[in-house]
């Protein structure tokens, strides 16, 4: 179903063609004008991939029929029922390195007691994630929420085996032996 306009499928065949014009010397009988309607209601319904015999054979589904078409009509023409804009540019991807950069984080906020920003500053002056402060910043943010489960994990394992033992673990997954060149405090 359209949500914008730019994504509705464009109408052909009798829905392009304008309704006849009519003088008083050519002015249909009754049957032609509902005949014309008809035609085109049906063109309509099957333009949206509506059972059209629903509609026009009553029963139990021709208001639901009329609604979806009523519907599929304002999704494309009236503003209050189109979905909001695309934002410009690419939509953001999760990057491969997002468990490195939040894993990095969560080790200075641990072991350092530095704040958020603080360690995402550390991580992109020390170039172990790219990108710049900035971006990395809203990439951590981004991520934060997808990670909190193993957030609150290593938090449930500092409880347990002791801050200091969940740090030295999380600095060898890390680094391996080369901790102390890398990430060491200041």
Known sequence: ?????????P???????????????????DEELAFIIDTKL???????????ADAFEG???MASAWA???????????????????????PATRRADDVSLVMHVELLKRRDGLSERKAV?????????????ETLLKRYKNAKPVFAPIVAMFDRVAAAE????FVRAMEESLFGDDKDTFLSPD
Do not use: Q
């Open 1 to 9: 179903m359209p949500s914008r306009k730019s994504d509705k499928k």
């Open 121 to 133: 500053k550390r991580i992109a002056d020390r170039y172990l994630v790219s990108g710049s402060e």
């Open 42 to 52: 049906k063109a309509l319904f099957d333009h949206y991939e509506i059972d059209s």
């Open 162 to 165: 002791g801050n200091d033992v």
């Open 68 to 90: 979806n078409l009523a519907w599929h009509l304002a999704r494309v023409h009236v503003p209050g029922f189109i979905g909001a804009p695309r934002g410009r540019g690419k």
């Open 11 to 29: 109408y052909t065949g009798i829905l392009v063609e304008p309704m006849p014009k009519f003088t008083t010397l050519t002015t249909p009988t």
């Open 59 to 61: 029963g139990p589904r």
